[in-house]
Every structure is written in structure tokens, then in C-alpha cells.
Nanobody, 122 residues
Framework: QVQLVESGGGLVQPGGSLRLSCAAS????????IGWFRQAPGKEREGVSC????????YYIDSVKGRFTISRDNAKNTVYLQMNSLKPEDTAVYYC???????????????WGQGTQVTVSS
């Protein structure tokens, strides 16, 4: 059974950092991409970053470039999203999702985690 579990969210002050984890089980992670999405209240779910399966190519939306870093540890079946220089507008529920190719569109991902809340506030 495919399962994704996010962790690492929390409350942080502006300028702070968090590292989110997406632990995968039930499938060999190295064959699949992992995308990170976020959804703020009243807004559409937004693709934030993605890491490909075989070659580790990474993608980011412009608003997080230079601040967020996605990485994967296939031995641990885990993908990470290191978030630095956090801003209040980064506040959202963050989800990881998996499928065969990276895409910024949520509907193109088959499996999702339950989400972890990130709140950036002073």
C-alpha cells in the first residue's frame, strides 16, 4: 500500500528555517518523482518543488528559488524540503505527492500525504 507521511511543520518566525520530510512506504521511491505542494486558506493548491527519480533534477516555483532546497535519500525512502528565510506568505499546509513525472499541477499526481502545517509568524 502506497503511503506518504509528511513531518517537520510548525510555527517559525520570519527569516527562520524548517525542514519538511516526506517518508514513503509501499513502493520503491527511486522509481518515482516527489512533488511538494502547499495550500493556504482560501487559495488553490500550489506546486512548490519537485525532484525527479533517476537523475535528481529539481524544480522550484520562482517565489521559493534560492530559499528552498529539495533533496532525496532513496536509501531512507525519504524526500526533504529545506526551507530557509521563511516569509509569512509561505504559511500553508504542505503536502508531498508522487507519480512518474514532475508537474506543477496537482491533478497529475496520484498519491498524496496528509499534509503538515507551516506557519510563519512573529
Amino acid at each position: 500500500q502506497v503511503q506518504l507521511v509528511e513531518s517537520g511543520g510548525g510555527l517559525v518566525q520570519p527569516g527562520g528555517s524548517l525542514r519538511l520530510s516526506c517518508a514513503a512506504s509501499g513502493f520503491p521511491l527511486h522509481y518515482y518523482v516527489i512533488g511538494w505542494f502547499r495550500q493556504a486558506p482560501g487559495k488553490e493548491r500550489e506546486g512548490v518543488s519537485c525532484i525527479s527519480s533517476s537523475d535528481g533534477i529539481t524544480y522550484y516555483i520562482d517565489s521559493v528559488k534560492g530559499r528552498f532546497t529539495i533533496s532525496r535519500d532513496n536509501a531512507k525512502n525519504t524526500v526533504y524540503l529545506q526551507m530557509n528565510s521563511l516569509k509569512p506568505e509561505d504559511t500553508a499546509v504542505y503536502y508531498c505527492a508522487t507519480d512518474f513525472r514532475c508537474s506543477p499541477y496537482a491533478e497529475e499526481y496520484t498519491y498524496w500525504g496528509q499534509g503538515t502545517q507551516v506557519t510563519v509568524s512573529s
